[in-house]
C-alpha cells in the first residue's frame, strides 16, 4: 500500500474521517501545532499515511477555516484547502506557529511532543510550560516579575552607590536627585534603572528599548549619541 502522504512527524498531523472526526479533536491538534512550531493536519489520511477521504460535513475549506478561528484563543488563522483527489479529497489545514500560547475556546491548552518510539502525539501544556513557551517567545520578560517576600534589604547598596555616581557625572542630569533618600530615590526612577546597571550590552540595550516603549524613558538623537533621559537623568546608549 503506498503511503501518499509519508509519516507523522511534530509538524504533520493525520486525522481519519471516516467516522466524522469531532471538531474539539480537530481544534486539540490544531492548537498543539499552535503552541509547538506550527505545521499541517491532513484530515481523511489514516495514521498510516493512507488517505481516505473526508466527510461531505468537512469539505467546506472556507467554514472550516472560520470555525477554527471562532473556537481557538487567540483566534488561529489556519488556511484550509482541499488537495488528494476527485474520488479521495483530503482536507489540508495550515497552522501558523502563534506568537503567544492558544487555547481552545474550552480552555485546552496543548502541545506536541514526540514519544519514546519516536512518533509524535499531543498532550496537556501544564502552568510552568505555559511560562517557558511565553518567555521564549519573547513575550515574558522573567526579570520584570515580582520577587515573593523581597525587600529592599535586597538590593545591592554597591549598585545604589554607582546610581549616584552616574547621576553626578554628568551635567545635565538632575542633581536634585542626589538629594533623596535611597528608597526615594528609587521610588524617582522606578527602580527600573537599576537593571542596566549589572548587565551585558545586548541586555541593557533591550531593557532600555523596552524602557523607551513603555515610556519611562525619553530618547534624544540617533546611532551612537542616542541619549536616554528619564527624570532629568541622561544616559548615553
Known sequence: MVHEYGKETLSLEFKSDLKRLPDDDLLDAVVALANSDGGTVYLGVE?????????????????LSAMIANRTVPPVSARAQIVGTEKTPVMQIDVPKSRSV????????LRRRM?????????????????????????????????????????????????????????SSDRN???????????????DVMELLHVDANQAYYQLSKLVKGGKLGVIGRGKGTRYTIGGFTGRK
Not at 493512507?50 to 467546506?60: E, L, N, S, Y
Request: aromatic share 6%.
Open 47 to 63: 495514521d498510516d499515511g493512507t488517505p481516505t477521504g473526508i466527510d461531505k460535513v468537512h469539505q467546506d475549506a472556507v467554514g
Open 102 to 109: 492558544v487555547s481552545t475556546k474550552s480552555g485546552k491548552v
Open 115 to 171: 514519544k519514546v518510539d519516536g512518533t509524535p502525539e499531543s498532550v496537556p501544556m501544564y502552568p510552568y510550560e505555559i511560562v517557558t513557551r511565553l518567555s521564549d517567545l519573547g513575550r515574558l520578560d522573567f526579570s520584570a516579575q515580582p520577587v515573593p517576600d523581597a525587600t529592599r534589604d535586597d538590593f545591592d547598596p554597591l549598585e545604589r552607590d554607582r546610581l549616584r555616581r552616574i547621576i553626578g557625572t554628568y551635567q
Open 177 to 191: 536627585l542626589l538629594e533623596l533618600t535611597d528608597e526615594e530615590l528609587e521610588k524617582s526612577l522606578q527602580a
